[in-house]
């Protein structure tokens, strides 16, 4: 099983930058992908940007050129770098993991409130 730990959310100015973490543990060496999902008050969890193993990466039409994941393997981190924040970016920002066995792991979710 992973554990998923988001930290780095909070409030910014429009136009303003973020960085969030997601400290995982646990059988790390089973996750085959990692993401950032979002909830905003009132509207479905949306898929934001993932990650593959071999490096490649995804995003949705909104975050295209503002947003970059990454991941420091030697820290089991995946970060999610946010720039150009919008107050449509504001939500319940949550990290997400698959397992080899398809098996779905969820942080508790850190808020990003652009101060718009």
């Known amino acids: 099983q992973v554990q998923l730990v988001e930290s780095g959310g909070g409030l910014v100015q429009p136009g303003g930058s973020l960085r969030l973490s997601c400290a995982a543990s646990?059988?790390?060496?089973?996750?085959?992908?990692v993401g950032w999902y979002r909830q905003a008050p009132g509207k479905q969890r949306e898929l934001v940007a993932t990650?593959?193993?071999?490096?490649?990466?995804g995003y949705t039409d909104s975050v295209k050129g503002r947003f970059t994941i990454s991941r420091d393997s030697a820290k089991n981190t995946v970060y999610l770098q946010m720039n150009s924040l919008k107050p449509e970016d504001t939500a319940v920002y949550y990290c997400?993991?698959?397992?080899?066995?398809?098996?779905?792991?969820w942080g508790q979710g850190t808020q990003v409130t652009d101060k718009a």
């Open positions: 997400n993991a698959v397992s080899l066995a398809q098996r779905t792991s």
């Open positions: 646990g059988s790390i060496f089973s996750i085959k992908t």
């Open positions: 990650l593959t193993p071999g490096g490649e990466t």
